[in-house]
């Protein structure tokens, strides 16, 4: 009954809100690019992305799945198993 995303979409939103949010620069966010090594995400921001994507998606992110997450593949990949 959700709302299904394409691969493509969910990476074009997660991009938005890693510029638009955590104002991180576009061309540093790629699929290998480790969230908190490469990015500088701390705990607080894995928290709020976990928020921002539960409202672009409209399901709820159990942190056990959120915790296992790395990358921003690892993102993608989430985001696209809890669309199914």
Known sequence: MGTAFSREEIEKELKNILVNDFEIDESEILPDADLFEDLEFDSIDAVDLAVRL???TKRKISPDNFKQIKTVKDVVDAVE????
Request: net charge negative; charged share 45%.
């Open 81 to 84: 198993e809890l669309l199914k």
């Open 54 to 56: 539960q409202e672009f």
